[in-house]
């Protein structure tokens, strides 16, 4: 219990740092541009988080086991072919829903097995399934965009207003959905902790009973639907499907979770702050972009903003060491 009692404060900091950050940076740009505060681009925001936030939740579950997942964008946008292309020759929005989302997950169950049945670096795994899906998609669009009608496909993008000023759509409540599940299965479950004890020592994991191959094949499935979702979630807020699209979705789902407090170095972090750390980059983003700032400085503020959450994770756990 001491050991348990000890680390309580270091997990709070990981998730109250990245939402003081964001309450920060939100203040920031509300006092240097009015608008920005407005409950218009609020909602705005909020809702180009969407993506970004799904993509990233699939990212934290491996992340966590110490693994890192640079294909989680390219399997999402090859999802958003496989829906629309599907819809567009005449399939029912559901039927063509499942497929993408179905297919998804078995590139994460096949990274996965590649990852733990020949144990090969998760980096190299998912870096050549990146390429390989990249140019699947590609071969499958033939050239083309696809555009999305149906009602279902569409749903995530729909919106309702909250007290007659705030907008907010289906999509948002489908990601408070996951992450609410999430943080239950992360912090109340067996499974979890034993998510938490293979990131921190696989093994030390595998002497304490826990079979630490079969619980990181299921985080990768886990991953792999939550890019199926992202895929949803991408044609209900651009009816789409592009296979040039989310060209930075893997480098800002990573810099969302490393920013949003769990450690590349496994074993650490929490959900709650993975979501403040997608806010945060796409606010950055958006902010940056409201002053007239070039994408590709925006890019540089991102990659720098994920280089010093490393610098800061690396130094607090040599610190507890």
């Known amino acids: 219990m001491p050991g348990r009692t000890s680390r309580l404060p270091a997990?709070?900091?990981r998730t109250i740092a990245p939402v003081a950050a964001l309450a920060v940076?939100?203040?920031?740009?509300g006092l240097a541009n009015g608008s920005f505060l407005g409950a218009d681009n609020l909602s705005v925001l909020a809702q180009q988080s969407l993506v970004v936030a799904t993509l990233a939740l699939g990212q934290a579950f491996v992340v966590i086991t110490a693994g890192i997942d640079l294909a989680n964008a390219a399997v999402a946008v090859f999802a958003t072919l496989l829906i629309a292309k599907l819809a567009t020759a005449g399939t029912p929005g559901l039927v063509a829903l499942l497929a993408g989302v179905l297919v998804a997950a078995a590139i994460g169950l096949a990274t996965g097995g590649l990852a733990t049945g020949l144990r090969l670096p998760p980096f190299i795994v998912t870096f050549g399934t990146f390429v390989i899906v990249t140019?699947?998609?590609h071969l499958y669009a033939q050239g083309r965009t696809y555009s999305v009608t149906d009602g279902l496909l569409a749903w995530p993008g729909e919106t309702k207003y909250l007290f007659g000023r705030v907008e907010l759509s289906y999509g948002m409540?489908?990601?408070?959905?996951?992450y609410a599940a999430a943080w239950f299965v992360l912090k109340?479950?067996?499974?979890?902790?034993?998510v938490y004890a293979i990131g921190a020592d696989p093994r030390s994991a595998r002497r304490a009973g826990i079979r630490v191959r079969r619980t990181t094949l299921i985080v990768y499935l886990v991953?792999?639907?939550c890019y199926g979702?992202?895929?949803?979630?991408?044609?209900?807020?651009v009816p789409i499907a592009d296979p040039d699209a989310l060209a930075l979705g893997n480098l800002d789902s990573i810099a969302a979770v490393v920013v949003g407090g769990v450690s590349l170095f496994?074993?650490?972090g929490g959900v709650v702050g993975v979501l403040a750390g997608a806010v945060l980059v796409v606010v950055l983003r958006a902010g940056l972009a409201q002053f007239g700032v070039d994408t590709r400085v925006q890019d540089i503020a991102v990659g720098v903003l994920m280089i010093a959450a490393v610098a800061v994770d690396r130094f607090s756990l040599g610190r507890q060491r």
């Open 188 to 194: 109340r479950t067996g499974w979890g902790a034993n």
């Open 266 to 268: 496994g074993g650490r």
């Open 223 to 225: 991953a792999g639907l």
């Open 25 to 29: 940076l939100v203040l920031a740009f």
């Open 135 to 137: 140019a699947a998609s």
């Open 229 to 237: 979702i992202a895929a949803w979630q991408a044609l209900g807020r």
């Open 173 to 178: 409540g489908i990601l408070v959905v996951m």
């Open 11 to 13: 997990m709070r900091r």
